[in-house]
Nanobody
């Protein structure tokens, strides 16, 4: 029903910035809660940030507060993740996810739609 495609990942030095994009097709973001999750090597997938369907409410993991900013452009069916002051511990595959139910109210295993992920590597 929903296809999500992430882009914008890459290799950056610590302290640098990247902007990830999540483009949706099949169903617009305007009616979906959207979030970003990440999975580092040897670790479980973890919640990073989520935004509600209108963009008025955002929720950040403590590890990224003050450094990452999520935004959405419903006209373009796209959600962005601006990542500043990147740290080596931010290195992970970043996944875009969406659901008709607020993601912050769900467990990771129950989130319905997922992208393929984009690699973010932060060197020291």
């Amino acid at each position: 029903q929903v296809q999500l495609v992430e882009s914008g990942g890459g290799l950056v030095q610590a302290g640098g910035s990247l902007r990830l994009s999540c483009a949706a097709s099949g169903r617009t973001f305007s009616i979906l809660s959207v979030g970003w999750f990440r999975q580092a090597p040897g670790k479980e997938r973890e919640f990073v940030v989520a935004i509600n369907r209108l963009g008025g409410n955002t929720y950040y993991a403590d590890s990224v507060k003050g450094r990452f900013t999520i935004s959405r452009d419903n006209a373009k069916n796209t959600v962005y993740l601006q990542m500043n002051s990147l740290k080596p511990e931010d290195t992970a595959v970043y996944y875009c996810a969406a659901d008709s139910t607020p993601i912050v109210s769900k467990t990771i295993a129950t989130v319905n739609y997922w992208g393929q992920g984009t690699q973010v590597t932060v060197s020291s």
